[in-house]
């Protein structure tokens, strides 16, 4: 059939899928793969489910009809991943469970590799996702959205783990700085892991976007070499979830970013060379 591939392009509260009438222009026929953000790109959180932005199922729909690999990446940490993808399947999506990618599967298999118990700040929700992993003695710590369970009692008992560590180990499920539900701005967890940097005089090791070896987890699922693949973000739809959190160490400041995303759009020999489209 003659499909058309997407161009993602986040802004405000849309994703804009340009589409050609027919067939693969040259910029894209190098594309294997695509990794696709949720939360701010395929649909908006709020009451109950959510909603999915216009356009959004359809174009998953057409990505599954094509021969590219797809994935999808979250930084969502407030359910399991069969709770997270049974939502997305309620709006309307045709997603797996095998298609997405939170942080907390991806910790769990760093625990496994590094012999680590952990002591959990997690969203209640979240806390089926380490039932079989061995949390007696917790020799580190981690922290995801946790909302209301960041008390300062919860906060305290996660410092106090730290501090009479000898080697204190941090995992924080993504950086987020805030994220926007339909009754207002709300912290995300990146804000706390940076209290227990400071409390705890530690860097702290972050599980999720940005982290490269997230990203080399999900091109490993996909059967891409991370030499074939060529990441591109746009600039607002995960800032406008996790509070204009730039890259580690990079500090820009997101406006003046976006700004200059947008007038220096990809051209179609930076597309051309690209084997993988993200849209984050």
């Given at each position: 059939?003659?499909?058309?591939p997407?161009?993602?392009?986040a802004?405000?509260?849309?994703?804009?899928?340009a589409?050609?009438?027919?067939?693969?222009?040259?910029?894209?026929?190098?594309?294997?793969?695509?990794?696709?953000?949720?939360?701010?790109?395929?649909?908006?959180?709020g009451?109950?489910?959510?909603v999915?932005?216009?356009?959004?199922?359809?174009?998953?729909?057409?990505?599954?009809?094509?021969?590219?690999?797809?994935?999808?990446c979250?930084?969502?940490?407030?359910?399991?991943?069969?709770?997270?993808?049974?939502k997305?399947?309620?709006?309307?999506?045709?997603?797996?469970?095998?298609?997405?990618?939170?942080p907390?599967?991806?910790?769990?298999?760093?625990?496994?590799?590094r012999g680590l118990?952990?002591?959990?700040?997690?969203?209640?929700?979240?806390?089926?996702?380490?039932?079989?992993?061995?949390?007696?003695?917790?020799?580190?710590?981690?922290?995801?959205?946790?909302?209301?369970?960041?008390?300062?009692?919860?906060?305290?008992e996660?410092?106090?783990?730290?501090?009479?560590?000898?080697?204190?180990?941090?995992?924080?499920?993504?950086?987020?700085?805030?994220?926007?539900?339909?009754?207002?701005?709300?912290l995300?967890?990146?804000?706390y892991?940076?209290?227990?940097?400071?409390?705890?005089?530690?860097?702290a090791?972050?599980?999720?976007k940005?982290?490269?070896?997230?990203?080399?987890?999900?091109?490993?699922?996909?059967?891409l070499k991370p030499?074939?693949?060529?990441?591109?973000?746009?600039?607002?739809?995960?800032?406008?979830?996790h509070?204009?959190?730039?890259?580690?160490?990079?500090?820009?400041?997101?406006?003046?970013?976006?700004?200059?995303?947008?007038?220096?759009?990809?051209?179609?020999?930076?597309l051309?060379?690209?084997?993988?489209?993200v849209?984050?």
């Amino acid at each position: 059939m003659g499909l058309a591939p997407p161009l993602w392009v986040a802004q405000a509260q849309s994703v804009h899928i340009a589409m050609a009438d027919t067939g693969w222009p040259g910029c894209a026929k190098s594309l294997k793969g695509v990794i696709l953000d949720l939360c701010g790109v395929l649909y908006d959180s709020g009451d109950g489910d959510g909603v999915a932005i216009p356009g959004s199922i359809e174009a998953v729909k057409r990505l599954k009809e094509s021969d590219l690999q797809l994935r999808f990446c979250t930084n969502e940490t407030q359910a399991t991943r069969e709770k997270f993808v049974a939502k997305l399947q309620r709006l309307g999506f045709d997603i797996s469970v095998a298609e997405v990618f939170p942080p907390a599967p991806a910790a769990i298999a760093v625990l496994k590799e590094r012999g680590l118990r952990p002591h959990l700040l997690v969203h209640e929700g979240l806390l089926p996702e380490f039932d079989a992993v061995d949390k007696t003695n917790p020799n580190c710590v981690i922290i995801g959205d946790a909302a209301e369970n960041f008390s300062y009692q919860n906060l305290n008992e996660a410092f106090r783990v730290l501090i009479g560590l000898e080697r204190p180990v941090l995992f924080s499920l993504g950086q987020g700085r805030y994220y926007k539900e339909t009754d207002g701005l709300k912290l995300d967890v990146g804000v706390y892991m940076k209290a227990l940097e400071y409390a705890c005089d530690l860097k702290a090791e972050v599980i999720g976007k940005p982290s490269p070896t997230f990203f080399q987890s999900v091109l490993g699922d996909m059967g891409l070499k991370p030499n074939e693949a060529k990441r591109r973000e746009t600039p607002d739809c995960d800032r406008r979830r996790h509070g204009g959190q730039p890259g580690p160490g990079r500090g820009r400041d997101p406006r003046s970013e976006r700004a200059r995303s947008l007038r220096n759009p990809p051209t179609r020999r930076r597309l051309e060379q690209s084997s993988l489209c993200v849209a984050l």
